[in-house]
């Protein structure tokens, strides 16, 4: 298995960079600190997340102001927009997204770079939830034969109470990283 690129922080978000290629075991050798996981809170006064990075785009908002189901469903979308993804893909992505502590599954076949999206609901208050999803795709590498896995991660918590006084994220909110298997 070879992971295209290394992790590497930036605005505040983990996210894999298409730097070259480091093998399982070379990684295995390297003992990776574990960050904080950290949340984007929805507030009255933020009510949408948007993020972009060298993988993919990702959106997503909870309505909170004027007439507004309880349930708080969370519209959300995935890109990858990655050019050098996009050139190595040999057909459809399967992508599928879980959430909800297990309760929310979603599963689609799309072309590489079409925006995936769906929403996600019922959610409560206050508690952290996780969307997180990943892509698969036949990709041809050095005219080598592979299966690229593309994923984010999303933590996020809504607040309908909160004013949006405080900033409305606390960190790094999303990750995305891709790996190359041949």
């Known amino acids: 298995m070879h992971t295209f690129g290394r992790t590497a922080a930036a605005s505040g978000t983990a996210l894999v960079m298409a730097l070259g290629s480091v093998s399982a075991a070379s990684a295995a050798e390297r003992p990776e600190r574990a960050a904080p996981i950290h949340h984007y809170v929805f507030t009255k006064r933020h009510q949408s997340f948007a993020y972009h990075d060298s ?29 050098k993804l996009r050139s190595i893909a040999r057909g ?26 769906s929403t996600v609901a019922p959610h409560r208050a206050r508690k952290v939830y996780t969307l997180s999803g990943t892509c698969t795709f036949a990709v041809q590498v050095g005219g080598r ?31 995305t990283s891709v790996h190359i298997r041949h």
């Open 55 to 83: 993988v993919g785009s990702f959106h997503a908002q909870v309505r909170l102001t004027g007439p507004h189901s309880r349930r708080y469903p969370m519209p959300w979308v995935f890109r990858i927009t990655s050019a």
């Open 145 to 175: 034969p592979g299966r690229a896995f593309v994923g984010f991660s999303f933590h996020y918590a809504v607040n309908p109470s909160s004013r949006g006084a405080a900033p409305a994220s606390t960190g790094p909110a999303v990750t």
């Open 92 to 117: 459809n992505a399967v992508c599928t997204a879980t959430g909800l502590n297990g309760r929310y599954h979603d599963r689609h076949v799309v072309p590489v770079g079409y925006y995936w999206h």
